[in-house]
Structure formats: C-alpha cells, structure tokens
C-alpha cells in the first residue's frame, strides 16, 4: 500500500506524513528531504543550482540514504543542515532537472515497491506513483504556511522575517508550478485537504479516517472530487466585513464538501464545461495573459482600511495589500500606485497583489545598474546579524560585513544601527537576489591619494603622529594616516613588557619614530623607544662597583634572578650569590617575582650589557672565621640535614655544614648508603678532620670517635685461626659471616662456577653458626677472609683442621690422634676395594681394556714406607722454611682436588722417604717438608 501526500511549501505535508505513518505503523518516504540533501551536495560542491550540466556531473558522486525520518548524504547525517534557508532557495531549480528527477524518482520508486509507505512531496500522485493506492493534496494559506516555516527555521537558530519567509515560499511556489519537469499540481483524483485552520492531529486523522474506511479499495476504481459550497460574494464597492465574512466562508471543512459520483455523472459534468461561451473563454484567457506578461502594473486606490487597501488594476477583481507593507507612505483613495500582480487567483478565487515586492523589483533594477556603474547608493544600517549588518537600500535588504564597516576594526557593531552611510556594491547575486555592500572601499578610495603621498615623503628616523589601529601578541599596528606600520614590541620600550596592551590602547594618538622603510613592500617599521637615549650610556657613572642598589625581580631562572634596576637596565645576581651558607636549589626559595630586591653591583660589562649583582655580600662571609671556631681533631656536635650515597652533611652551625663521608662512618662496617646508621634531624658527635675555606668544605668523621679496632683484630684473627660466627647473607659473591668484635667475615665465592657455588651453599643457611679457618685479614674491604673449604668438611676433617690450626709451632711433624686415623685408613681400604671388583668384572666382559688399565694403575701406585724415627736435620728443616711459601702456593689447587686421604698417605709416605734418604740432598728433603706442611693444612 502506497500513500500519496502531496503540497505547496509549508503546508504541513512532512509533519503530516510522519505521524500518519507512525500511526498506521508503516514505512515513510519523504522525497522533498532526498531532493534537499541532493540540492545541499550542489552548495557545499561550490556549484551554481541552475547549471544544469554541472549538477548533472556531479549526481554520481552523491549518494542518498534514507533511516527512518534521518536522511544521509554521503554517509553524513544531513537532516537538520537541508531544512536551511540556504537549500530552500537553491532546491527548486535543481529539482527541476530532468537528470535530477529521472535518479531521484527511480529511487523512491525502488524503495516504494519493497514496502507499505507513506510517500510526501509535490508530484508524488502524478510522476512518482500515479497509482498510489490513496492520494492526498494538501493546501493552505501563504501567510499560514510562512509562520510554519518561520517557526521551523528559528527552532534551527535562523534569523529571517516573516515577509523573508513568504517571498521565499511564493518564489517557490511560482517555480515548482512552473518548471516543465513535473511541476507542482493535484492529481486528478487527490483529495484536497486546506490545512490553514487545521492542526496536524486533525489532518492526520482525516487521512487516516479515509484509509481505514476503504481498507480494500484502492483509490483507482473510485473517484474523488470536491463539492464547492463557497459562494461568491460579488459586491460594486466591497466593503471589508463584506470580504471578511467571505473569507471566512470559504474555510470549510474539505470531508464535508466531498461526495461520490460515477463515472457518467463525472461524463455529463464535462458535457456542460464544453458548452461555455468561447467567446468569453477567449475574452478571460485574454486578461490573463496581459497580467502574466507583465507582473508589475498601475492600479488604483479605492479603499484604505484598517488592515489592507484595496487596489483595483482592471482585473475582474480588486486586490487587496497588506497595509503594512507601505510603511509610513499611507496611499490616498484615488491614488495611483505600482504593485506587483503576485497570484491571479489564490485558492479562494481572490486577486494577490503585493505593493512591497513592487517597491523590491524597482529598488533591484536600481540596485542592478548601480553595480553595473560601479556606483554609490546610500542605505540605512537597520540591524545587526551574525558576521555583520543588515542595510537597507530603497526596500532591498543587502548584507554589510563586518570587516567592510570601515578600514579599522569595529569593536561596538550596535553603534552603527540606525545610521545612514554610503556603500559600494561588491556582489549582487541575481538569481538568490542577494546584495553585499561595502563601505569600506569608499574610505579606502578616499586615503588612497593620501596614503601614495604620504609614502613619498617618508624617511627613516622621521617623527611622525598616529592613531593606534590594532594591538597584537607581537605589536602594535599604527595608522600614520592612510599608511600603517608596525611598531613592535621589542621597539616599544628599552625595559621588558609582556604585551603591547600594557603601554597603549586601541585609538591612541602616539608619537612614534620611522626606524625601517621597504620601499618595494611599502612596509612601515617604527620605534617608540628611539625617541628616548639608551639607557646603558653612562652605566657605569649610575651604578659603580661596590654601589648597593635596588630593583625589581622581573624573570626567575634556573641559575638566578634578572633584576631591573631601570627600563633596559637589567642585573643579574646568579644562585650562587644568594646565600654564604644556604644550599640554595632555586632562586623561587628566597623571592618571588616582582619582589622588590636589594643588592650589591658586582661587575659591570657595558660592551656586552651585563651587570653582575649579589645579595649575599650585603652580610658578613661566615667562612672568614671558620679555621678559628673549628680546628682539625676537634670534636664537636652536629643534626644530621640530608643524606646522600656518599654520605651525610651535618650542620654545625647555622648555615655551616659538613659531610661525613660514608667510609667514615665505621671502622669495622662496610656501610653501603648512611641511612644504615644514621636518620635525618638526629643529633650525633663528630670529629673536625679537615676544614677548607678555598672550596668552603668541611670533612667530618663519626669512626674517628673510637680507636681503630683493625690492629687487634688482625691480631686475633691470623691466618689458619679458628673464628666462630652466624651466618648474616649468601649472596652471589659469597657467604657473609658476623663474627665477635662487631666484624664482618666473608667467604669467597665469586670465582666459582655456578655449579660449584651450590654445592657450597647447600651446606649453610642464614641464621646457622659456624666454625671456619681464617685465610686472611682484609683491612680495606674490613673483612675476614674465611676458608670456603670447610664449609664441606665432614666432622673427622673438621677435627683434623682444629688440630693442625692448634700446633702452631710443628714443623714437618704433624700429630694426628690414632682413633683418627684408623677411621681414614678404614676409608682408604673400601675406597681402594671398589675399584678392584669393578676391575675383575670388566676383564670378564673385555680382557683387553681390563690388562690397559691395570698397567695404567700399576704406573700411578707409590710403595709404601715405614715411617722413620728420625727427623731430618736442621740445615734442611731451615732451607725448606725458605722455600716453603712459594711451592705450597703452586700445588694448592692439586692439593684442593685430593681427598683427605689421601693427604694423610702421602704424609705418611714422606716421613718415609726422608728416613732412608737421610744424606740426599736436602732441597728435596726441604720441598717433601712443604709438601707435608701443605697437606697438613688443606686437611
């Protein structure tokens, strides 16, 4: 099912349709909204409406869709932008393009078939869907119409008048009626509905009514017509309550003046229409035709009323014209006036005059051949829009910029209401008849002759007056009086500004000094502080060294303050002149900007123009009495201020601080950061150890309190001691141990391989008390190297290790308790077993391999001696001594890999030799000692 809704402009047929389809639960199609978004794509193109070839290439490019009531052009939401006045105008010539109508009337077609819709537009009924199964045409009066759109337009923030609106509408009206594709007309066999006195719930429900009537009969097999019922009220001399009683008449409710008839009835109706008089057919074309032909005519008062004057032209009627539309000319009865012939019959029969649209198209052809002539015509600003003024020219409203009011920047629009000026026109646009004006030009043709005069008298370092016209970040713009030029803001003054605004305002008259002249540009550079001397001449007469001056904090940087002593005249005093003692990290600490400060002239370099200044040399310097108050040794109190990684400052006084530096803070600790030992604000005792008043550094000491420890625990801690203590960290260079005397021991580790380093670990944890030999004393590191070795031991090797560490004062004899060695020999005897039975059962299964490695272990095997009850003599024991350190170091790490054992035997085995040996040479007696000594120590 298809329903047609067709109408004039402002009739009510979108909103109408909308709710009809809402209500009947269907689709709805509104055409004018595609035709709209069509026209829109033509603006925002840049493209001219009525350029027909134009339009026609570019429609491939536009694509229209439609979702419920939103309307998409482009994929762009466009259902607010097409209502716009700018579309209103611009969419009746595009949608009178045959190109245009063939796209769009396909397209609504296409939709139309796939569903049940409502369909609103002007030729719907007609070219669209001639068989639309219900077609409605929707009519109502111009003035209605234009209050329904101007209320529409202002809802979407436009500002026109009433009468804008309704030219705009009747401009419409005559092109959709008069275009050759599908002009705006009722279908024959549409149902008139005058919507003037109707809401749209009442318009919405005849429509419905209607349909819902005939739910099965669609609106082909049936005719509609109208009945008219109005009379017509013919009167010599109409007065207006004659013509108002007639109009009201003439609103009648449509639905009851309509009434079925047949098809023959309809047949005889057009039987009697062919009997009319020709002659008076051809007499009315005629009157017609003259009034077509020409739209503005001279007509006579007859009558001026209340709310119109009647105006008679020769017509068969009068016409009638609103009174407001003369203004404060009210014509007299008898007068002859020229109006424009708007409509020859509205839709209720009546002559449509209009005496403002008459002044229009006079007042425009006036307006054509000014622009033509490049002429002045004078016009009255009558009110303010957005983006500038609206003024009015003998009845044509034309726009007026804002940046065409006058050659300066306006401030105050509101000023300019009312007055009456002299304007160019820029652009008429016949087609929109828009008119933009300016008068600018006007004044800039006037200082053109002035402005070319005063160019060829300028010179560089000419004085001159001017007003100043615009005020910028960057400067100021000057109006010598038709030549402008800039004065900048670094030519502004000798001192420091942040704006042009805080030394002159837009209109001052100033007197400025021509500074750069481009000849070829014609650009105007001026300076205002050339006109005063430079304040850094004669500096060093106003500010001497040693002066103390005072000025203003005018820019706070990171390594001092810029003080402006006068305008141009800047000091700075650097952050290291702030404060003898303060540790001072921004300037921002002590002042502020702008502050008042007072300092001391340091130095002063007029060629580069700086002048150094200092604020601490107001004050006495601490540091010259220092070496008095504190001498090397002396212990003093201090708080500790701030800690660092390096150390601690403790302050001593007032503005007087030291640094304890962190090797100083103990002599048996290794201390990583001082917050291990010491808090901020915590009073401690300190030791003055050195005072320098060239770097103003003071070193102090908390360690040289107390007496250095490391000479007695180097004492008690020799190397192959026995040292007791808890495990405190495993770390990845070794295991950390504390031992008695508040020392640290440190089991090396770092060498190992990660393997290694397990195995060792796996033997301690955190927390576990040990028993390990010393290997070393390290007073740099303050730490006790212990024996990683014994970490490993088992219980006998431990022994054997606290034994030898005891006998202090054996030679090549070591003496180890029987009990003891009976279990190592026990040990050696299973361990020297296992290998042989593994032997036995590998010749069974490879004789070959077993006699190979039986030589190879019969090579490797040392004969057993006896050990011998005399000792060697004291020449050798003494050469041995000698020799002792240096080959015990070579094989240390063979001596690592062998078993106890093994070590003990080979102890054993040199005692042996040295007995039946006795007279050998005693080198090799000495070198057997070392072995045995060496062994000794490893077990």
Partial sequence: MIIAIDGPAGSGKTTTAREVARRLGIARLDTGAMYRAITLGVLEAGLDPQDSNAVEDLLDSLQVDMEGDRIFLNGKEVTDRIRLSDVTEAVSPVSAMKAVREKMVSLQREIGLKQDCVVDGRDIGTVVFPDADYKFFLVADTRVRAERRLKEQADKGENLSLDEVTRQIEMRDRMDSSRDQSPLKKADDAIEINTSNLTIDQQVQRIIDKVESNPNVTMKESLMTEEKTVEQVETENPQEPVIAEAEKKSIADPYDMIKH???????????????????????????????????????????????????????????????????????????????????IEDQHGQLVLSKKKADFLKSWEVLKQKYADNDIIEGKIIKRIKGGMVVDLNGVEAFLPGSQIDVRPITDFDAYIGKTMDFKIVKLNEARKNIVISHKEIKEEALKEKREELLSQIQVDQVLKGRVKNITDFGVFVDLGGVDGLLHITDMS?????????????????????????????????GLKQLTPHPWEEIEQRYPIGSVVKGRAVSITNYGIFVELEKGVEGLIHISELSWTQHIKHPSELFNLNDEIEAKVLSIDSEERKISLGVKQLQPDPWESIEQRYTEGMQVKGVVRNLTQFGAFVELEEGIDGLVHVSDLSWTRKIRHPKEVLQKGQEVDVVILEVNTDSRKISLGIKQLETNPWDVIEEKYKPGSMAKGEVLKILEKGVIVQLEENVEGLIPMGDMSKKDRKNYTKAVKVGEEVELRVEKVDRDERKVILSRDDLIMNEE???IAKVISSQENATQKIEIPEDILNKLQTDEKSEEEKPAKKEAESKKKSPKSADKKTE????????????????????????????????????????????????SGEAEDSKEEAVETGAEDT?????????????GKKA
Avoid: C
Wanted: no cysteine.
């Fill in 797 to 799: 090797e431990k022994e």
């Fill in 856 to 903: 190879e272990e019969s090579a490797e095997e040392v004969p057993e001696v006896e050990e011998a009850d005399e000792e060697p003599d004291a020449e050798a024991e003494g050469k041995a001594d000698k020799k002792k350190t240096s080959k015990a170091d070579k094989k240390e790490e063979e001596a690592l890999a062998e078993e106890t054992s093994e070590v």
């Fill in 923 to 935: 080198e090799e007696t000495a070198e057997e000692e070392a072995d045995e000594d060496n062994a």
């Fill in 494 to 526: 000798w001192g420091r500004i942040n704006h042009p605004s805080e030394m002159v305002k837009v209109d001052d008259i100033i007197t400025v000094k021509v500074i750069d002249y481009d000849t070829e540009k014609q650009r105007v550079s001026l």
């Fill in 261 to 343: 008839v047949t098809r023959e009835q309809v047949e005889e109706i057009s039987e009697v229409k062919e009997e009319i008089d020709e002659e008076l057919e051809t007499l009315y074309n005629r009157t017609l035709k003259k009034f077509n032909d020409d739209k503005r005519v001279m007509g006579h008062v007859i009558r001026v009323g209340e709310k119109d004057v009647v105006v008679d032209i020769g017509f068969k009627s009068e016409g009638m014209i609103p009174l407001d539309e003369f203004g404060d000319k009210i014509p007299e009865v008898g007068e002859q006036i020229e109006i424009y012939v708007d409509k």
